[in-house]
């Protein structure tokens, strides 16, 4: 396998943002996965997602573990500092990197077996860590570089390739999350770009830690009649309960919906968030009822996708610790050093 | 015939009576009266009611290692009476509650029985049955001061000092303490003829220990993030980091933390979270010990092929589970040393004092930005918990901190292409960047092994040989910047090489063997890869002893792998039962070889030299 970098040629009609930049300035390396692989599909959504924010592209800090999701930070923002660390382990990399630096955008992808089997422990205490970030699971119920194997997020009952059944019952990460404190929890579908691409650009700017489980099919273990992450299962067994649109601060908010259905959330950065409710009686502040909401319908063998819980307020990991608004890794001396008048009185107390 | 300021005194109590702070008065109290002391607390693991151990040697010539013997023992726990009283030396003292007869069989014709009616004076006192235990304690805390002749307004001062801000418990603490001190004056012979007296011998020094040394050396160094989990003997190190912090590095007008701390889940994360701050360009560091650094050797093989700085700090322990995990040991050398899958190699650094403890505390922070890479501080439980005397700690303003090689916008500038791992200077180090650094220049991806000297990924066999020998390059690089070994030599044919806790008897086991007509040279490695400095001594000596803690003298094999000898030009002088090596230990084991082997000693040599 080699590296291949994408020509840097621009269609002219390509559209260019605020900082005078096209999608293509957003883009990584030319990716390595399987054609049809749900995860490009995920790498374009971030792609679409930062482009359309305007954000800097060399101001993301991406993380990842291993397994075929975790290679495609490669795949976007290739102006970006990007990590493939340890398996199962990105979010603890995640954290001290986030603790390093608090201005940069921090981007981590992991899978399901990076993240609900040997990463559990680290999804979990994360999650609890509240690091400000985007994490993204590119879930397809597999382990697709090994080949084949069943992952912790695999239905009971579905199958193999070659007609195996699983065993177990499925981990599902969005309960985990919604238990253990993530402020912003989604589900979405690699194969729906429109509801994704607005989940990511949310999810960015929320400020605490958002994450989003993106159903994506692996075409090449997971793709057949007997899987439940099949892009025909999904397709035919998802729905949203609440779509999320983000609206830049100075574009005006043309369509009106019904208020009852519809909510605006103020975003950090001055735009607005608007939650648009599919299913009438979804509260997406609700942790509860939202854990009550997407465990029913998952016992109906339903996948519940969109923005299913947001906390806007949630405090994040820096909040929590009083960490200065400097980015820790920027203090120098002059700020860290106490210097050997101090270090005279700490003497004095061991004496 | 008295003696002054030379004896062991031990006390043996039941884990959770409270002893712990009664018989760190007592050190303390001698440490004021300027008598250097050394203090040794041998724990189980366990919260209440196992045995524990506290002992203090008192010596006026600053010997403080361990040395084996027992002066006075103060035995205050049933369940190990009787072993207690064995490990007491001939014309030794047991001080001990007689409130009950000494059962015949516990007693020993050679030795002084100190009887103090404890539980008798503190039960029409203290009607608190809770309090009553407590106070034990402080009853022969207060009998101890008469019969060591110890400054009782120090003692009383200390005690005061002790329960600040809760004043209510001075004044029965006091009482207690003048209980068992007017028993003594009152029924026994006092002073002893073992006895303290006020002395100069401690001068500027401080008592400290190494965990706390070793955090403010992190705070000085600039440590921004610490990630840690739970272990003994480690755990001080993180929660002295906390404590230090919150007075030193806390915005004076703001209030906001210049610091970052995490208690992770487990060892792992607590490493991954040091990398991923030290790739984003922070100086971070963890502590753990054995067990947290299998645990964290993945991501320290990470760390070294993907070359981020990180810092940690091992408070060795003896082995696996629980029991002897809280018993001292040098035992994870190798380890550390060759921490996870493929060629690995790490630097380690071996302190031997609180003071070095603090220097290694920020040099180390140094190292690792200088190096690109993980390093390993070779701490026990020994130096790491308990009070050592140490010079007092300084620090050069005018330092600043050896980030390494970290490119700024400005020099990204003017590159003209950013390549990651290529060798500009020709040390095997090459520059880094940070995340967020610059729009266009200097992103990279960091990976394991598997990219050229531009980042790029590649597979080809031709780059991953040359990247593994640019990191052998950084290894000599590494070589020239560990700390020095301290040598004395005086041309002898003999050596004994020791490092971080030995050094501790080891004066004193010279000393002794010198009377033996066994003369050493001596070396203390600080730092492996082992410096030239380190060749040199070796290669100078006839006669080599190694003395260190562990079974398999770990750090013989570094020696003889990293400078390629002959494992038979080493012997070995090994301790491993759970304390720390004592002086009587590497006398007669250096002895024995003399006398096994029929070395000529140094009045024979003299003989055939004249």
């Known amino acids: 396998m080699t590296f291949v970098a994408k020509p840097r040629t621009h269609h002219p009609l390509l559209q260019v943002n605020d900082l005078g930049l096209t999608r293509r300035d957003y883009e990584g390396s030319v990716s390595t996965l399987c054609a049809g692989c749900g995860h490009d599909s995920v790498s374009a959504a971030v792609v679409q997602a930062c482009a359309e924010l305007a954000l800097p592209p060399h101001k993301f800090a991406k993380v990842s573990g291993i397994g075929c999701s975790s290679k495609t930070p490669s795949y976007f923002l290739g102006n970006s500092h990007g990590f493939n660390s340890v398996h199962g382990r990105m979010p603890s990399v995640a954290t001290g990197a986030n603790l390093a630096n608090r201005e940069l955008y921090c981007i981590g992808v992991s899978g399901d077996g990076d993240s609900a089997s040997i990463g559990i422990g680290q999804f979990a205490h994360i999650v609890r860590r509240r690091i400000n970030m985007l994490y993204l699971v590119d879930n397809n119920g597999t382990y697709g570089l090994t080949k084949g194997q069943f992952s912790a997020t695999n239905d009971r009952g579905s199958t193999s390739k070659k007609g195996v059944p699983n065993l177990y019952e499925p981990i599902d990460m969005i309960s985990m999350a919604l238990q253990i404190g993530a402020s912003f929890v989604a589900r979405s579908f690699s194969g729906d770009k429109r509801q994704l691409v607005p989940l990511i650009k949310a999810g960015l700017l929320h400020e605490g830690f958002a994450f989003i489980d993106v159903i994506s099919p692996c075409v090449a273990f997971n793709n057949h009649n007997g899987s439940t992450k099949s892009y025909d299962y999904i397709r035919a067994h998802s729905g949203s309960v609440v779509d999320a649109d983000l609206i830049a601060p100075h574009d005006e908010i043309t369509v009106d919906y019904d208020p009852g259905a519809s909510e605006d959330v103020d975003m950090p950065d001055g735009s607005t968030l608007r939650l648009r409710k599919l299913a009438h009686d979804y509260n997406p502040h609700d942790r509860v009822a939202a854990l009550h909401y997407v465990q029913r319908a998952q016992e109906e063998g339903e996948f519940v996708t969109g923005l299913l819980y947001v906390d806007p307020t949630a405090s994040d990991c820096h909040e929590i610790l009083g960490t200065t608004q400097t980015p820790l890794n920027a203090l120098g001396e002059d700020e860290l050093c106490p210097g050997n008048a101090a270090l005279e009185g700490v003497n004095a107390s061991f004496r | ?610």
């Open chain 2, 1 to 610: 015939m008295t003696t002054y300021n030379d004896f062991v005194i031990r006390f043996a109590n039941v884990n959770g009576s409270g002893s712990a702070s009664a018989n760190g008065m007592f050190a303390k109290a001698l440490f004021r009266m300027g008598i250097p002391v050394a203090t040794r607390n041998i724990f189980p693991s366990n919260i209440e009611g196992l045995p524990t151990w506290f002992e203090v040697r008192v010596s006026e010539r600053g010997y403080l290692g361990r040395r084996e013997g027992i002066d006075i023992m103060v035995a205050m726990n049933a369940e190990t009476f009787e072993e207690d009283i064995a490990s007491i030396v001939p014309g030794g003292y047991l001080v001990y509650d007689n409130s009950k007869e000494l059962r015949p069989n516990f007693r020993r014709d050679d030795i002084n029985l100190v009887g103090i009616p404890i539980s008798q004076l503190v039960l029409p006192e203290f009607p608190n049955p809770k309090h009553r235990a407590l106070f034990k304690n402080i009853v022969y805390l207060g009998a101890l001061s008469a019969l060591l002749n110890i400054d009782f307004d120090i003692i009383k001062g200390m005690v005061s000092a002790q329960f600040k801000g809760k004043d209510e418990l001075i004044a029965p603490n006091i009482h207690a303490m003048e209980l068992g001190r007017s028993y003594a004056r009152e029924y026994l012979e006092c002073p002893l003829p073992i006895q303290v007296r006020h002395s100069d011998a401690v001068g500027d020094r401080i008592m400290i220990d190494g965990n706390a040394a070793a955090a403010i050396g992190a705070i000085y160094g600039g440590a921004t993030v610490c990630a840690w989990y739970p272990i003994t003997p480690s755990t001080s190190l993180a929660e002295a980091f906390e404590q230090h912090c919150a007075r030193l590095r806390v915005d004076p007008e703001t209030g906001e933390r210049r610091y970052a701390i995490i208690q992770a889940e487990d060892e792992l994360a607590a490493m991954g979270i040091v990398i991923g701050a030290g790739w984003n360009g922070a100086r971070s560091f963890t502590a753990t010990s054995g067990p947290g650094v299998s645990l964290m050797t993945e991501f320290l093989g990470l760390a070294y092929f993907a070359e981020i700085p990180a810092v940690l700090w091992d408070i060795q322990r003896a082995g696996p589970s629980t029991g002897m995990p809280t018993r001292t040991q040098q035992g994870d050398l190798v380890s550390s040393a060759f921490a996870s899958h493929g060629d690995t190699r790490h630097p380690l650094m071996f302190p031997s004092t609180p003071r070095e403890c603090f220097e290694f505390g920020a040099d180390a922070l140094d190292l690792a930005d200088r190096l690109q890479t993980p390093i390993i501080v070779m701490s026990d439980l020994e130096l790491g918990m308990n009070d050592n005397l140490s010079e007092p700690f300084t620090w050069d303003d005018s330092r600043r901190y050896d980030r390494g090689k970290v490119l700024t916008e400005e020099d990204l500038d003017d590159v003209e292409r950013f390549s990651r791992y290529l060798d500009v200077d020709g040390d095997g180090v090459g520059y880094r960047t940070l995340p967020g650094t610059h729009a266009e220049k200097g992103a990279f991806f960091t990976r394991g092994t598997s990219r050229d000297e531009h980042a790029t990924y590649t597979e080809q066999p031709e780059h991953y040989i040359k990247n593994m020998d640019r990191l052998l390059l950084k290894w000599a690089t590494a070589r020239q910047l560990v700390p020095k070994a301290e040598i004395e030599a005086h041309g002898r044919r003999a050596g004994i090489l020791y490092y971080g806790t030995t050094a501790a008897p080891m004066q004193e086991a010279l000393d002794r063997l010198a009377e033996d007509g066994v003369q050493l040279d001596t070396m203390r490695i600080r730092g492996f890869p082992f410096g030239n400095e380190v060749r040199e001594f070796i290669d100078s000596h006839e006669i080599l002893f190694l003395a260190e803690q562990n079974r398999d003298a770990q750090m013989k094999s570094l020696l003889v792998n990293d400078l390629e000898l002959d494992p038979a030009s080493i012997i070995p002088v090994l301790y491993y039962g759970g304390f720390s090596i004592s002086a009587d230990t590497i006398h007669q084991q250096v002895l024995d070889y003399y006398v096994g082997n029929n070395l000529p000693r140094l009045d024979e040599v003299w003989e055939v030299s004249s």
